[in-house]
């Protein structure tokens, strides 16, 4: 697994940094307020385990399986919403947390669909935001890291569902995914 990197992007080190600065900012922002924090699998597993150890408020957390990538490395432009939130969303002060912001297609589907359940806010805290070059339709209030635009792997990302369980955030050799 590990020959498959071309470079380490960011450590476990660098990651847990970053991770740990963006709890405590979320602390400060929803002081005196119980937000839900709701993590979009499958990727922002690992980002959302790391970050609510790093919010100390109390906190409500949910999961939300969208998928738009599907096996290829190519979005495919549409959102299919596997499992929704079991928590009640109207009125509460909701957190989307997501791995990556890529063309945000994702992101962007998501937010319709969440602000139609009319929370008291919707913020989002994506841990890796592309710099692509290009508007995206929708932005990230919080963000660890900004990137170039590179096959990124680990800490949750993945190609054809492997590589998540990398410790740290690497570049996929292009052999892998360009055969
Ligand atoms: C990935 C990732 C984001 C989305 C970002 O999800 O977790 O949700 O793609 O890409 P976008 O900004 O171009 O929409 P994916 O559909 O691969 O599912 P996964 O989280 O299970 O990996």
Known sequence: MEHDIEKVLYSG??????????GEQITREYKGKV??????LKGASLFFADLIREIK???????IIAKSYGMSSQTSGKLRILKEPDVEIAGRDVIVVED????????????HTLSEK???????????????????????DYTCFISEN????G??????????NLP????????????
């Open 168 to 179: 740290y955030v690497g570049v996929l050799k292009r052999d892998i995914y360009q055969n």
């Open 100 to 111: 990556i912001l890529d063309t945000a297609v994702t992101l962007s589907a998501l937010l």
């Open 35 to 40: 937000p839900v924090l709701l993590c979009v």
């Open 150 to 153: 590179e096959f990124l792997v």
């Open 57 to 63: 408020l109390q906190c409500e957390v949910d999961f």
């Open 13 to 22: 080190e660098k990651i847990a940094e970053a991770v740990k600065k963006l």
């Open 118 to 140: 009319q929370p008291a806010s919707l913020k989002v805290a994506v841990f890796l935001d592309k710099n692509l070059g290009y508007k995206k339709p929708v932005n990230a």
């Open 155 to 164: 800490y949750g990302l993945d190609y054809a569902e492997r590589y998540r």
